[in-house]
């Protein structure tokens, strides 16, 4: 989700870099948060359509001035060919989760109903469990995950989050 500008104030921040697909590349940058004490909250790295750049996907939290500050400074690493914070852009943002949940055949059916309910798909069925798939803006894994935690999560593993501008905008 995009930070909003307010005076100073921590925002989540979504950042997108692409850079050059070579080793040691994500040590750098995630070395360059690190440097001015900021935590990543979500990092999601792929190849793009060209297989010689990569696009990382980042979330921090911090004020817009800090933040700023971090965006120049990814600019002047020589592997990064183009940086873009999604404050100033629309963008639409997901993430994909896997959630193994405890599925006693008492709680099965209410279960399915909550998964069919955010869009989720139950892609394993086991004695005592579901694992369930979901794709969404990071407060809606978060909310379907809330609602699971009464059951007993086992494990869940989530991408991190994914962002593109809206419309003809490219980063």
Partial sequence: MAGITDNGREHQHTITALVQNHPGVLARVAGLFARRGFNIESLAVSVTENPEVSRMTIVA?????VLEQITKQLNKLIEVIRVVDYVEHTAV????ALIKVN?????????????????GRVID??????????????????AFARLMAPYGI?????????AMA????TA
């Avoid at 599925?103 to 869009?119: G, M, Y």
């Avoid at 069925?125 to 978060?142: A, N, P, Q, S």
């Fill in 125 to 142: 069925v086991g004695e005592r469990t579901f694992l369930i798939e979901l794709t969404g803006g990071t407060d809606k894994i978060d």
């Fill in 103 to 119: 599925a006693d055949p008492k709680d099965r059916t209410e279960i399915l109903q909550l998964a069919e309910v955010f869009r």
């Fill in 93 to 96: 943002e997901r993430e994909l």
């Fill in 61 to 65: 939290r911090g004020d817009d001035r």
């Fill in 166 to 169: 809206r419309g003809t905008k």
């Fill in 154 to 162: 086992r494990e869940m593993a989530r991408t991190g989050v994914i």
